[in-house]
């Protein structure tokens, strides 16, 4: 009995120990509730902050302080009221969560649900992170009566969690700003909290401002002097007039030299500096420099102003002591402005190549080092160049302007420097004027292109000096379109194309186009072109001559040897198919007479037979005798006739009784009623005729 009474007392407190290990619910936690068929009920709820779970149709449960399985029992007994079948049910804690209001001094402060074991950090993290100013080492963490503060500040130093209090749900963390912050919201960064020194509200401060890092105000002590408040103001910047810094001590102005002091180390030289001193350090002031070993460098150098000259000091060396030429510089144009006046001018360019001959220009004390600015980089004005060191540039480049002009230039420098011909340039033709003495110039026509092609020397290159014009002709524009401008093309330059092409007029040809390029520049022959009879006029001889064209025929076999040779002033003509038969001599054609469907003339070559010149004039008609077509030969033996059987030949098909055609020839085809047979019949109609009249007479 003893024992039975042990083993159930020790079962009790198993159960007992077993229930107070269990988790107990706590408000922020999601409880998941499963039971088969509730759509409403198969979904999570979250304890609110009163502790009660809200399920439909049900109401509000208390949970907060429950165990899995006693919040199970809770659910089943209250759905067991409208839920008969709740044997399938399950209940359970799905998200062990945390319920904390976060407050001050963050980016966004409110309610927060976290995991059950967020720690302050990532409590802040949800929160935004803390704001600028925020007092990091008085945070408050609340819970119901309670306030415990901690340092933030030393876990952010060493790492150690144990500095941070852990969170329960319904936990309010509230962050206090810095007092630094003042009492106005503004922008705040912390870090330069003292740029204003560490006494802006104190009337005995001392104020230090002007040229120092940091203008503020500082707090007196016995042991500081100007230098040390200075110093505390983070020193002077590079525009500090060291020389001039004004100090009012006891209301008395005083001018300090920090130069000299520092020069000497005398410290009976330092003002005296008491509580409500005010220390400025003024911005250095422009200064007129001069003095009797003067050097002055102006212009396009890095660094111009007045140089102290030292005995040996070479021009290379002043100007290097002046940063040198900028970008804008023009370096071949140096001037040394002497003291008395006078100007040597000096080419750095040349010297720089080793080109240039000669000692280095001497540069005495009172001289002046002018370096001139290019002139593309300003607005350009021809008084900047004097005319008898420019030449002009004129046309179809990409810069027309006046260039300065060199004797080691060329006339392709000369383009380049302008930009080069632009896309509509005639580059076939540049012209270039130059001066060959005071009252003479010589004109000279220099073709690029030729000049590229055959790769030939700058000697070959016209010559330009100072004063030269260069000029660049424009391409012409489509002949359609320029009616108002063909005078701006030379005829010794061009060629004609009239007829039936796609844009007739007058073309720019070189020698280096042929036939085909000039007609593809005037758009090619048109749909109703004859292009077996092109006709070219010659005008490159004593006495003009004319040559035919069948560019059919160069299609067909392509042989280029057809294409005939045109030069510079010639006309070529392109006639209409259906033109006037007139243009067409009658030894170049053949005749179709008779009843045809289109008789006419028509062209012939040898690889046509008389069915194909039937063909051509749409066959013979509906009264053709075709059984006696005749065929007149003029072209090889004059005045022969042959008669051709077509009937025949359609039932036998012997092309060797077909009639030989030539230029010149004639057909006739005959019809019906010129045969032997109509004629006879219409002789037995005439007799039959008369003896039906006789016997009329011989009734009456």
């Known amino acids: 009995m003893k024992r039975l009474l042990t083993f159930i007392l020790f079962s009790m407190l198993s159960v007992i120990s077993a229930h107070a290990d269990e988790y107990q619910a706590q408000i922020g936690d999601q409880i998941a509730i499963m039971l088969p068929g509730e759509v409403t009920l198969n979904q999570e709820f979250q304890i609110d902050r009163q502790g009660r779970l809200t399920l439909p149709e049900v109401g509000m449960i208390e949970a907060a302080g429950m165990t899995e399985t006693e919040l199970s029992a809770a659910v089943q007994e209250t759905l067991g009221s409208v839920i008969r079948d709740l044997s399938s049910l399950q209940v359970f804690v799905s998200k062990r969560q945390l319920l904390v209001t976060i407050q001050g001094y963050v980016a966004e402060p409110g309610e927060f649900t976290l995991k059950d074991n967020a720690s302050i950090q990532m409590a802040l993290y949800a929160a935004g992170g803390l704001r600028p100013g925020a007092q990091l ?16 500040k030393k876990f952010l130093d060493s790492g150690d969690d144990s500095l941070l209090p852990d969170l329960k749900s319904l936990d309010t963390m509230f962050i206090p700003a810095s007092p630094m912050t003042g009492n106005v ?43 040390d408040l200075l110093m505390r103001a983070g020193g002077v910047t590079r525009f500090a007039a060291v020389e001039q810094i004004r100090v009012i001590s006891q209301s008395k102005p005083r001018i300090f030299n920090l130069k000299q002091y520092l020069d000497s180390g005398d410290e009976n030289l330092l003002p005296n500096i008491v509580e409500g001193s005010t220390i400025f350090v003024p911005k250095q002031e422009e200064e007129i420099k001069t003095g009797s070993n003067t050097v002055y460098v102006m212009g396009e150098v890095a660094k111009p102003g007045a140089y102290e000259g030292k005995e040996g000091a070479t021009f ?11 970008r804008f510089a023009e370096s071949r144009q140096i001037r040394i402005i002497k003291a008395n006046g006078n100007t040597v001018p000096f080419d750095l360019t040349l010297f720089s190549e ?31 160049v004097s005319p008898d060191r420019a030449v002009r ?7 027309p302007s006046r260039v300065e002009w060199s004797s080691e ?16 340039a005639d580059t076939s033709k540049i012209e270039v004027v130059t001066p060959v003495s005071p009252t003479k110039s ?31 002709h424009d391409l012409p524009d489509d002949p359609t379109e320029n009616k108002a401008k063909w005078v701006r093309q030379s005829s010794d330059t061009s060629i004609y194309v009239f007829g039936q092409v796609g844009a007739p007029g007058r073309y720019k040809f070189t020698e280096e186009m042929h036939f085909l390029d000039i007609l593809s520049a005037a758009d090619g022959p048109t749909a109703s072109a004859d292009i077996h009879n092109i006709r070219i006029t010659h005008l490159d001889g004593k006495v003009a001559r004319v040559s035919r064209l069948n560019l059919a025929l160069f299609f067909e076999t392509g042989d280029a040897t057809i294409l005939p040779e045109v030069n510079i002033g010639d006309t070529i003509y392109i006639p209409e198919k259906d033109g006037n038969w007139l243009d067409r001599p009658k030894e170049e054609t053949i005749r179709v007479l008779g009843a045809v469907s289109r008789p006419g003339r028509y062209d012939f070559d040898d690889h046509m037979t008389i069915l194909d010149l039937l063909a051509e004039a749409g066959g013979p008609s509906s009264n053709a ?34 009639p030989v055609l030539r230029v010149g020839d004639t057909v006739y085809v005959p019809t019906q009623e010129e045969s032997t047979a109509e004629k006879i019949r219409q002789g037995i109609t005439d007799i039959f005729q008369l003896v039906g009249i006789a016997a009329l007479i011989g009734v009456l």
């Open 316 to 326: 290379i060396d002043i100007l290097a002591n002046a940063g040198g030429p900028t």
């Open 185 to 227: 919201e503004q922008s705040f960064d912390p870090s330069q909290l003292a740029d204003s020194g560490d006494a802006a509200e104190d009337r005995k401060a001392i104020k230090v401002f002007g040229e120092v890092i940091s203008p503020g105000s500082f707090s007196a002590k016995e042991e500081n002097n100007l230098v």
């Open 442 to 472: 010589e004109v000279f026509v220099f073709n690029l292109d030729t000049f590229i092609r055959d790769g030939l020397s700058d000697s070959e290159l016209p010559p330009v000096n100072a004063g030269s014009t260069i000029r660049v």
């Open 625 to 658: 005798y075709i059984e006696k077509i005749t065929v007149v030969n003029m072209s090889c033996c004059r005045d022969q006739a042959r008669t051709f059987d077509l009937s025949e030949f359609s039932r036998t098909a012997r092309f060797q009784d077909l």
């Open 137 to 152: 080492d008085r945070f408050q963490l609340r819970r119901g009566e309670e306030i415990l503060i901690f340092d933030y």
């Open 354 to 384: 080793g080109k240039l001959t000669g000692p280095l220009p001497l540069v005495q004390p009172g001289d002046a080092i002018f370096v001139p600015e290019k002139l593309d980089m300003n607005e350009k004005s021809w008084l900047k």
């Open 409 to 424: 230039m060329s006339l392709l420098d000369l383009l380049a420097h302008v930009g080069g011909p632009t896309s509509r």
């Open 393 to 399: 540039v004129l046309g179809e480049v990409v810069r």
